[in-house]
């Protein structure tokens, strides 16, 4: 975690220790470093577990990993590496990620089937076989030492600030806490998520209700984001439940607890999916964007989407322009259905252009105060239909460039 | 055209005047500046004319107008306004760009289903209709003044120097002549092409064949490149023959001449749409993408332009970064079929990865020493078919954010 940190970032909340969950990080020495760069989490025996992994056609081995062990649903281990994505790293890296994982089953005397994984950091460059071995080893003698907030500092890569959030619900009378930790902060874009995202519950869910809620709960939020449209090779949420709450095991949408499991999940989800976008590389502005009256729901979120992608839109807010002639461009280009004619345009609580056209006696006061905030709300209604959604994302600025080009990766 | 002149440029060619074609320029004041800002072209009686235009959803007026015209097939005028491109502007910018066009047809006594008409600049500012008349009319009585260079400064932005070509086709025995004068910079995007490119040729023919001809040479050209993904509301490109050169005339395919005739239209476009990159904003390197062993030839272009588009790649490059990694993130997320294990990629003729992994003993010098120089090729081969495409683009440096961040638009 190194670089100025974001100037939206926000603290790194208080975070009590989970049951059936034991932390421990190490560090193998992935870059020429100190910081603990292996974290290595034990689940107590039954802990179930869902996930969500990038669209990518070039996933990385680890995504590879996850997906053949979800159909299992058992999970026993997390082990992350940051500082190497392992991905397009051909045969070698798929075996030191293999490798890595049956050096966990041994040590946790489980099934490597129940071991899940995850790198970041630089393509290319395949995961180092024995330091990660060894790192997942040491990593294991230290279960039990580290918290939450260690955690979330093991897996940071261009990360300014660590990035976790925790809810709670009622299951029957029985109370359940969601816990969350992810990492951002580049490459981050639609189809899925972000880089990485691992959510900890004690609460007892049945395998594919946790997917099921985690699926829907991931629709709504890191398929909400945005930093610049890039989507990383090696995106993975991971969802798992230790069931050491003890509530009545939710099994479907019927089961008792089950809605307010799922809502808490999805809050769970869209707090950490903002906090993703608060790190977003350069931003110096933390922007919502909705469309509503879209033909439907995913109409609208495509025409977000495409607002939110634009680099004339984010270059506009960055410099506090209220330019919406750039969104009725970003609109346009979507590819969904648009009438100029009915398009209206918001910026925070000031209607802009309404009917294809600036509207009369147009105040640009109360909306450059508006853009000379930090958090920036823009409205958009396509007046077709019913159709709405909300993204989010950052502005484009000369941190981004600086982050991307000046430095050598 | 302001700004710092692109480090890419190219000096404006020697262009002849062109028989059948009058060019008048003049100032109608859309910006407090004293520059030309109207254009008007008069073409002799029985000049063709051909024209693709934006894909966008919210496209102007001038647009929706050249759209109308273009079923008649026959020019006799066109008129170009800078400063402002009328694009959102309801009722009042429908009525202006109308009210050009009709005082264009009363000056030279044609129907004004034969006046073509663009605008770029701000968008959301309704054409003032008063000064859109008045430059119109000035530029009537300059007819005959102004030669391609004054007409290319005419219908200039945000570019930074002026963009034309030319090329000879040999028709039969008669030789006929194709010049194209084009503006950028910014919001230059896949599905068309640039803002506003215009084309002219004393070659006679049809204009269903050069409606053909013309869709052919974009989908080479225009709709191969990208600077920052912002697709125009305004794009439009427009072919006027004008048959002075009193060739046989081109009917279809099968007409003598007609490939040669295709040929040059493509080559001049290609040319036409390499200055627009040249002139991309913020531009400091100029990238041709390659992408080969697609499974067809619109796959290659999909995966070519997710890495034309891609900020991560486009800042590696300003850079001067060998970062592959990015391309191949770039290649997984477009959507298209990839087998990791296929890809390679080359830098210049250096090739960096092959079957899904770097190369043996790679060697960063003469990658890093091609990306130092101004002209970049990338090639990336799926190793899937035979689909092939080319694209340009242009790097994303801190010029591109300080020309739509820094500054108010």
């Not at 997917?211 to 993975?236: E, K, M, P, Y």
Request: charged fraction near 15%.
């Amino acid at each position: 975690m190194a670089m100025t940190v974001s100037p939206l970032a926000r603290p790194f909340p208080a975070l009590a220790a989970l049951a059936g969950v034991r932390i421990g990080t190490a560090t193998a020495g992935y870059k020429p470093w100190t910081r603990a760069d292996v974290l290595l989490i034990a689940f107590a025996p039954g802990t179930t577990v869902a996930g969500v992994t990038t669209s990518s056609r070039c996933p990385s081995p680890e995504v590879e990993l996850c997906r053949e062990r979800l159909g299992g649903g058992q999970a026993r281990a997390l082990v992350v590496n940051a500082g190497n994505s392992n991905a397009f790293t051909g045969a070698a890296g798929r075996a030191a990620a293999q490798a890595q994982s049956a050096a966990v089953a041994a040590l946790l005397g489980c099934d490597v089937a129940q071991v899940f994984a995850a790198s970041t950091g630089v393509i290319g460059v395949p995961l180092p076989r024995d330091k990660a071995v060894a790192g997942a080893t040491a990593a294991h003698a230290a279960l039990g030492n580290a918290d939450f907030h260690a955690a979330t500092l093991a897996i940071g890569t261009t990360d300014t600030f660590a990035k976790a959030a925790s809810v709670a619900a009622m299951i029957g009378d029985v109370r359940v806490t969601l816990t969350g930790i992810i990492k951002g902060s580049g490459m981050i874009a639609p189809d899925m998520a972000t880089m990485l995202g691992f959510i900890f519950t004690d609460a007892a869910v049945a395998p594919a209700f946790l997917q099921a809620a985690l699926a829907a709960a991931n629709a709504r939020s890191f398929s909400c984001i945005t930093v610049d449209g890039d989507t990383s090779t090696s995106d993975t949420v991971l969802a798992f439940a230790t069931g050491a709450a003890a509530n009545a095991a939710i099994s479907g949408w019927e089961s008792p607890g089950a809605d307010a499991f799922a809502a808490a999940l999805a809050d769970l989800c869209r707090q950490l999916a903002q906090l993703v976008v608060r790190d977003g590389e350069g931003a110096s502005k933390f922007i919502a964007i909705t469309v509503t009256g879209a033909e439907d729901d995913r109409a609208a979120h495509a025409v977000a989407m495409s607002i939110a992608n634009s680099p004339l839109v984010k270059t506009a807010i960055a410099g506090g322009d209220a330019n919406w002639g750039r969104i009725v461009m970003a609109v346009g280009k979507a590819g969904e259905r648009a009438e100029r004619d009915l398009l209206s345009i918001r910026f925070g609580t000031s209607i802009v252009a309404q009917d294809g056209a600036v509207v009369p006696g147009y105040d640009e006061a109360p909306v450059a105060a508006h853009l000379a905030g930090e958090d920036i709300d823009i409205t958009v209604d396509l007046g077709l239909g019913s159709g709405r959604a909300t993204v989010w994302t950052c502005d484009l600025t000369h941190g981004y460039i600086s982050i991307n080009a000046d430095y050598r990766s």
